[in-house]
């Protein structure tokens, strides 16, 4: 018989292949609805956001920074943050489809930059709306940043297993 077809998967890494893909698909298509919106309802969200985040600012005591803050930033902080969420489910896919993910990372690196041109492609075609090439860097900058926050907690999950199962060696 061969050796092949006697090999089991975890459940526990199909649970993970699962629950990871799942995350990244919701996220990518998050990024996208939010590119298909009509500069109008896109302006109104980050509107909302900005007065929420000032009101959230001036409570903290920060009335300054509030005074400061722009549709600009938030706009900017929005393609960074979602990106970043991209970057780190990118991470974890990687990671329960294979062990040596660090080797292989230039394939979520990849389809980072490949989802951040698509998003601004998008754009060209939504009423109201246009292309940046720096909304492409800002994309990219936010998903290296979840990819390297995925591997500090990989790297974090993994010594805290080295170290149970040392433990439970001795």
């Given at each position: 018989m061969d050796d092949?077809?006697?090999?089991?998967?975890n459940p526990w890494v199909v649970c993970g292949r699962i629950f990871f893909t799942f995350c990244l698909i919701l996220t990518i298509l998050f990024i996208f609805s939010n590119s298909r919106q009509i500069a109008g309802v896109s302006e109104g969200r980050s509107q909302a956001v900005l007065e929420t985040a000032q009101q959230v600012l001036t409570k903290l005591g920060q009335p300054g920074l509030a005074a400061r803050l722009?549709?600009?930033?938030?706009?900017?902080?929005?393609?960074?943050s979602e990106y970043m969420l991209e970057g780190f489910w990118l991470m974890l896919c990687l990671r329960v489809y294979t062990k040596h993910y660090f080797r292989h990372i230039?394939?979520?690196?990849?389809?980072?930059?490949?989802?951040?041109?698509?998003?601004?492609?998008?754009?060209?075609?939504?009423?109201?709306?246009?292309?940046?090439?720096?909304?492409?860097?800002?994309?990219?900058s936010g998903a290296m940043a979840g990819l390297l926050a995925a591997l500090v907690i990989l790297w974090f999950c993994s010594l805290i297993y080295a170290a149970f199962f040392a433990r439970n060696k001795e």
């Open positions: 092949q077809t006697n090999l089991r998967i722009t549709d600009h930033i938030i706009r900017k902080l929005g393609h960074f230039s394939w979520p690196m990849l389809g980072a930059l490949l989802t951040a041109m698509c998003d601004e492609t998008i754009q060209i075609f939504t009423q109201g709306r246009s292309s940046q090439v720096t909304d492409v860097w800002i994309d990219f």
